[in-house]
C-alpha cells in the first residue's frame, strides 16, 4: 500500500505548527513571561527554542522523513535493530500516554465555549467561578460527555486520512486560531489600562532572572513544541524529500512563539484592567477556567455582548489549540499501530481511541468518583500528567538528543537537512555541538531540578 504525504509545504508546515501550538501556549507561557521578567524571559525562551529545541526538532524532522514511517520503526531502522530502537516506542507510548489526559482538557475548553456562547457565567460572582469549575469536574457525566465527544472530533480526523483528514483540517484549524488571537489581544490592548499589562509583559526585568528562570524556559521551550512525543518525527514521515528541514522548523518555531506571546497581550491587559494583581490569577487550569472567566466579565462587563463574543473567541481558541495538538498526538499511535501490526489506518485508529477513551474516562472522573484513588498526593489526572512532564519527556528528549548526535552518520545527517547539497548548512557544526553536549547537559539540569521540587 502505498503511504500517504502531504500534498503542499503549507500543509506539512501548518500540520507540524498545530502540533506544536497547544494549551501550554495560552495558559502557561503568558504566566511564565509575567512572572520570570517579563521580556527578559521572553529572550531566553527564544534562545533556548533556537539553540536548543530547534536541534532536536530538526532531527526528528530529519529521522521522520529519510525513513517514511512511524516513530518507532524509523528508530528500528536507523539504529538497525539496536537498543537505540526502544527511544522510538518511547516516544510513541509517551504521546499515547499524554493523550489519554490531554483530551479531558480538551472537553473542558469544549464546556466552557458552550458557557461563554450561552452567557452562563452572566450573574456569578467573583467568588463563585471556583465553585462552578469544580462543581464541573466532580460531576460524574458531565465532564465525561463533553471528553468523549472531543475525541471522536479527533477520531474523525484522524480517519480521513493524511491529505483529506490532518492536512485539511490544519489548513482551517490552524489560520482560524491565529485569525481569533490576533483578533483577541487587538480587543484586549484597546481596553482602558491596557498599556499598564502591555509594560507588565514586556519590560525586561532582569533582576527577576536567576537560575530557576532559565530552568522555566528551558523547560518551556521543550514542552511547547512538542518534541519527544513521536509528533514531530510522524508528520516528517509524510514530508516529501525536497521539504527544507531546518526551514520548516524554524517556521514552525517562529508560528509557536508568537501564538505563545500573543496570548500574553489576550491575558495581562484584560488583567491590568480590572486592578487584579497578576501573581494571583493562578497558572493552567486555575487561570483558564477560574480567573479568567471572571476577568472577562469584569473587564468587558458582565453579560454584555463584549464579554459573550470575546469569551467565546477565547475558550474556542482554546479548543482549537488543544485539538490540532490532540490530532497530532492521537496520529503518533494510530501510524504505529496500523504500521507495525499490518492494520489499516481505519482499525488502527479505532484501537487508538478505544483505549483514550477508557484511560481517558478514568483521568476525568478522577476528580469526582474516582478522587479517592490516589498515589504521593496525586489523582490519576496528575499522576498522568507528572509522570508524562518530568519524566517520560526529559528522558525521551535527551535520548534523541543523544541518538541523532551520537549514533547517526554525521554524512547522513549532513546529506539530509541539505537535501543532498542543494542547501547551505553553516549552522551544521553549531547543529551537532548542541546535540552531542548542550542539549543533554540541559536536559539533565531540568530534570534534575524537577525531581527535587
Known amino acids: 500500500m502505498k503511504r500517504e504525504k502531504f500534498g503542499t509545504s503549507l ?71 539496536k537498543k537505540w530502537r526502544w527511544i522510538g516506542r518511547m516516544s510513541v507510548f509517551t504521546g499515547w500516554f499524554i493523550l489519554c489526559y490531554y483530551v479531558v482538557v480538551g472537553g473542558w475548553t469544549m464546556h466552557y465555549t458552550f458557557l461563554s456562547a450561552t452567557n452562563a457565567f452572566n450573574g456569578v460572582k467573583s467568588t463563585e467561578f471556583g465553585d462552578v469549575f469544580n462543581q464541573f469536574v466532580s460531576n460524574p457525566w ?18 480521513r486520512g493524511v491529505q483529506s483528514g490532518i492536512e485539511r483540517y490544519s489548513k482551517i484549524l490552524m489560520p482560524t ?24 509583559l514586556l519590560r525586561p526585568d532582569w ?36 521539504t527544507p528541514l531546518a526551514k520548516t522548523a524554524l517556521h514552525v518555531c517562529v508560528i509557536d512563539t508568537m501564538i505563545a506571546i500573543l496570548a500574553g497581550f489576550i491575558i495581562f491587559p484584560s488583567v491590568f484592567n480590572i486592578g487584579m494583581n497578576p501573581n494571583e490569577v493562578g497558572v493552567g487550569a486555575s487561570l483558564t477556567f477560574i480567573s479568567l472567566p471572571n476577568v472577562f466579565q ?37 501510524a504505529y499501530v496500523s504500521e507495525e501490526y499490518n492494520l489499516t489506518r481505519h482499525r488502527g485508529a479505532v484501537i487508538v481511541t478505544v483505549t483514550v477513551l477508557v484511560l481517558g474516562a478514568l483521568c476525568s472522573l478522577s476528580f469526582g468518583p474516582l478522587s479517592d484513588i ?80
Open 142 to 159: 458531565q465532564p465525561l460527555l463533553w471528553f468523549v465527544l472531543f475525541v471522536l472530533l479527533t477520531h474523525f480526523v484522524i480517519t
Open 177 to 200: 486560531l491565529f485569525i481569533i488571537v490576533v483578533f483577541l489581544a487587538v480587543s484586549s490592548v484597546m481596553l482602558p489600562g491596557a498599556s499598564a499589562g502591555v509594560e507588565f
Open 298 to 334: 469584569q473587564s468587558l462587563g458582565e453579560g454584555s455582548l463584549m464579554s459573550v463574543l470575546f469569551s467565546t473567541m477565547f475558550y474556542f481558541l482554546l479548543f482549537v489549540a488543544a485539538l490540532t495538538s490532540a490530532i497530532s498526538l492521537h496520529e503518533v499511535a494510530t
Open 11 to 81: 500543509g506539512a508546515i501548518l500540520a507540524a505548527a498545530g502540533s506544536a501550538v497547544g494549551l501550554g501556549n495560552i495558559w502557561r507561557f503568558p504566566i511564565e513571561t509575567g512572572q520570570n521578567g517579563g521580556a527578559a524571559f521572553i529572550i531566553i525562551y527564544i534562545m533556548c527554542i533556537i539553540l536548543l529545541g530547534l536541534p532536536v526538532m530538526i532531527s526528528e524532522f530529519l529521522i521522520g522523513r529519510y525513513t517514511h514511517t512511524n516513530t518507532a520503526g524509523a528508530y528500528r531502522i536507523l539504529s538497525k535493530g
Open 374 to 453: 490516589q498515589l504521593f498526593d496525586r489523582n490519576i489526572f496528575s499522576m498522568f500528567d507528572d509522570l508524562s512532564g518530568m519524566i517520560l519527556l526529559p528522558i525521551g528528549v535527551m535520548f534523541i538528543s543523544l541518538f541523532a548526535g551520537w549514533r547517526l552518520d554525521r554524512e547522513l545527517y549532513h546529506n539530509e537537512i541539505s537535501n543532498h547539497g542543494d542547501l547551505r548548512t553553516p549552522y551544521f557544526r553549531l547543529l551537532i555541538f548542541s546535540l552531542r553536549y548542550a542539549i543533554p547537559i540541559a536536559i539533565a539540569v531540568v530534570f534534575i531540578d524537577q525531581i527535587l521540587r
Open 207 to 242: 533582576s527577576k532572572v536567576d537560575s530557576t528562570v532559565i530552568i522555566e524556559a528551558m523547560g518551556q521551550a521543550f514542552y511547547s513544541l512538542s518534541i519527544g512525543m513521536g509528533c514531530l518525527c510522524t508528520y516528517a514521515s509524510y514530508f516529501e524529500k525536497s
